[in-house]
Nanobody
Framework: QVQLVESGGGLVQAGGSLRLSCVAS????????MGWFRQAPGKGREFVAA????????NYANSVKGRFTISRDNAKNTVYLQMNSLKSDDTAVYYC??????????????WGQGTQVTVSS
């Protein structure tokens, strides 16, 4: 069992930055591929960024490439999402995800509870 707890969301002006954190507890953090999804009002949940299972490869949605950076600290069981140059379209609830194989397949084993990010224009 893995528990994921996100933090760092909030209200920010367009062009600003936020850093989200996701702390994992339970089974060994490093044995999971970790990533972030988001869900905007009235829309489905969409992929944002992820690490591969062994953490050597990162992937990003086209909409956030060059603006968002995913990173992890295995010693702290934490994955981060640094979000820069935020736009109103980035407004969503952001979810941390853990997958035993790949986050990209959408086959997620564990979800966090979500943290709200609101970007004002």
């Amino acid at each position: 069992q893995v528990q994921l707890v996100e933090s760092g969301g909030g209200l920010v002006q367009a062009g600003g930055s936020l850093r989200l954190s996701c702390v994992a507890s339970g089974r060994t953090f490093s044995t999971y591929a970790m990533g972030w999804f988001r869900q905007a009002p009235g829309k489905g949940r969409e992929f944002v960024a992820a690490f591969s299972l062994r953490g050597g490869v990162t992937n990003y949605a086209n909409s956030v490439k060059g603006r968002f950076t995913i990173s992890r600290d295995n010693a702290k069981n934490t994955v981060y999402l640094q979000m820069n140059s935020l736009k109103s379209d980035d407004t969503a609830v952001y979810y941390c995800a853990a997958a035993s194989r790949s986050v990209l397949t959408g086959s997620i084993d564990y979800w966090g509870q979500g943290t709200q990010v609101t970007v004002s224009s």
